[in-house]
């Protein structure tokens, strides 16, 4: 999820750390963060890590059946 909200805000916006339970026949998210390029934009939240987060998150990324579905591009570690 992180790597497509980075895909479909060009870069500018990406939500991780989602937390979540299942509620009947739907998941509950809660708690997201939230990376953005605009780095005063979410600073109240304390967890925007700005473009850095965005490249903290790739380091570790490796693409999965999901990605390569959603035809996502690889982006180099």
């Not at 060009?10 to 750390?17: A, I, K, Q, S």
């Not at 380091?59 to 996502?72: A, D, M, P, V």
Request: hydrophobic letters at 35%; one cysteine or more.
């Amino acid at each position: 999820f992180s790597h497509w909200t980075y895909q479909i805000t060009e870069g500018r916006l990406m939500v991780v750390d989602l937390q979540g339970v299942k509620v009947e026949r739907a998941y509950l998210l809660t708690d997201p963060a939230l990376h953005c390029d605009d780095f005063l934009r979410f600073r109240q939240t304390r967890t925007n890590l700005g473009v850095k987060g965005m490249k903290e998150f790739f380091r570790t990324h490796l693409c999965s059946e999901i990605c390569h579905t959603l035809n996502l591009p690889s982006m180099s570690n």
